[in-house]
């Protein structure tokens, strides 16, 4: 059967064609398109009724009917607002009535999962998982079965359901029971805040100006690299001295001049990306995505001017994930695509195949390679990590814009050039002398198999400081793709 043209279900009551005498397979047809009136009408019907289909609830713009048919081949189209259609994502045949999707139903055992949950509103019984689909097309009158792929209905219903979540749920639901969150003042030396993040094991940190009494913004990973990369370039040595005198405020001041030298034009000050209590998840997490930000901070002001200004949180997509998966992990049925592998799903960035002109390649490199490149790869490609991979492309490690936090470990940053320092060794400033290469903490290296459901892919992404899982090859651990938090709510939010 198909995957979203048809899914397997028990009949719905009263809407069905069926061979009397004949063994019946149930069949779910699904829209995800959107209308105001739909049918489905085909050769189970002989093409002279037209069986009208009904949205799904929570999800309007996805349509569906389900019929009881004999194991068989039929060719179905859709009659959506008075116009014929047909899905252009299904097995497709031209005959009699033009282009019409094709389905074949068969009894044999097949196990993929549902499209719609194990309980849909509207039906007498619930889906009997004994039934499963098979996606053929049809080519010269020949059946050949086709690979497993997630449907677009499938997808749409997922997408409405987690949207659902996200807009009825705050920032409130992000704030541990307890915790802390700690600012730096932006008068601070750029030497000492190096410090204190390396010592509290954060990557990210909010700025407070005592003067204006207001949070003015982050200092993050991206920032540290820029100045090691800059003092570098107009010094012989990084010396304590120079990161001594500079002020947070001077740094962040002074990275404003070179915009304005690069571009020609004079930026003023940008407000902090903020997000408060009272806003849905689903508006917290659109403003990381589309300012391209690694986190979030959630303030709260009782003053309509916003004085007095409380820090509550850090909000980061990470932490929203693991609201999602927490909330859908018993029903997954409530999120078709939550069990299906990651490699059918239209997700992440992939090795390319051989001859592919569109095709761009992963950024990994060997351990040997200096940490300017590194650094450079990390600035120029936009990424939270690098994968680390021996000659034959095997994952080994990960480098990532907070691992530069561990040259403040015995100030290692004043005695050190990056161009000499290869990766493998500032890999190894951030571990203990007995930590095996490629862990650290026990999960630098997040590494799941194309074959793994996508639920398990966010439940990796989902922990603190990962931003990338690696799709790696089982047993030489050959990396075959990379899925990062970003890709993750992209696709569940249909971006």
């Known amino acids: 059967m198909f995957s979203h043209g048809a899914d397997s279900a028990h009949d719905a009551g009263g ?8 063994t019946t397979v149930p069949a779910r047809f699904v829209w995800p398109y959107g209308g105001k009136r739909v049918f489905v009408s085909g050769s189970f019907t ?5 069986l009208q289909m009904s949205p799904v609830e929570g999800c309007p713009t996805v349509f569906q009917a389900i019929c009881s048919l004999s194991p068989g081949i039929y060719q ?12 252009e994502r299904q097995p497709t045949i031209s005959g009699e009535y033009g282009i019409v999707n094709t389905l074949y139903l068969t009894r044999e055992y097949n196990q993929i999962n549902s499209v719609l949950s194990p309980s849909t509103p509207g039906t007498r019984m619930d889906v009997d998982n004994e039934n499963f689909q098979r996606t053929v097309t049809l080519s010269d009158g020949n059946i050949q079965e086709g690979s497993a792929r997630v449907s677009e209905a499938a997808i749409q219903i997922s997408r409405c359901r987690v949207s659902e979540y996200l807009s009825l749920h705050t920032g409130y639901d992000l704030l541990p029971d307890s915790g802390k969150v700690i600012a730096l ?3 601070l030396p750029v030497k000492q805040s190096f410090h204190i993040l390396h010592e509290q094991g954060i ?5 407070w100006d005592s003067f204006r009494g207001q949070f003015v913004g982050l200092l993050s990973p991206l920032d540290f690299i820029l100045i090691l990369k800059e003092l570098e370039t107009h010094g012989s040595n990084l010396t304590e001295e120079q990161l001594e005198t500079h002020t947070i405020s001077a740094w962040k001041e002074a990275k404003r001049q070179t915009y304005v030298r690069n571009d ?7 407000p902090l990306v903020h997000a408060t209590p009272y806003e849905s998840l689903r508006d917290i997490a659109l403003k990381i995505l589309q300012n391209g930000i690694s986190t979030v901070p959630v303030i709260y002001s009782s003053s309509t001017d916003g004085s007095f200004p409380q820090l509550l949180h850090l909000a980061s997509l990470s932490g929203i994930l693991k609201c999602i998966c927490r909330y859908f992990k018993n029903s997954t049925g409530n999120l078709p695509i939550l069990n299906q592998p990651v490699c059918t799903i239209p997700l992440g960035s992939w090795v390319p195949k051989i001859g592919d002109p569109n095709s761009h390649p992963l950024a990994m490199l060997r351990p040997h390679s200096s940490l300017s490149s590194a650094l450079n790869m990390l600035v120029q490609a936009g990424v939270s990590s690098i994968a680390i991979v021996d000659e034959n492309d095997s994952l080994l490690d990960t480098y990532s814009r907070s691992d530069i936090t561990a040259l403040a470990k015995d100030k290692v940053y004043t005695h050190v050039r990056l161009e000499e320092m290869t990766i493998h060794q500032a890999l190894q400033l951030g571990q203990d002398a007995n930590t095996p290469f490629g862990y650290f903490n026990g999960q630098r290296c997040q590494m799941c198999l194309r074959s793994d459901p996508l639920l ?6 989902s922990n603190p400081g990962v931003r990338r899982v690696f799709i790696v090859e089982a047993g030489s651990k050959r990396v075959e793709g990379i899925i990062s938090l970003s890709d993750i709510f992209k696709f569940l939010l249909g971006l």
């Open 46 to 50: 002989r093409w002279s009724e037209h």
């Open 203 to 207: 990557p990210v940190a909010p700025l």
């Open 264 to 270: 020609g034009h004079w930026r003023p000050h940008q």
């Open 456 to 461: 398990k892919v966010m439940e990796r992404l």
């Open 76 to 87: 179905y189209k859709f009659f959506v607002d008075g116009e014929w259609r047909h899905d």
């Open 15 to 22: 809407v069905g064609v069926s061979t009397a005498g004949a």
């Open 185 to 187: 003042d932006i008068n």
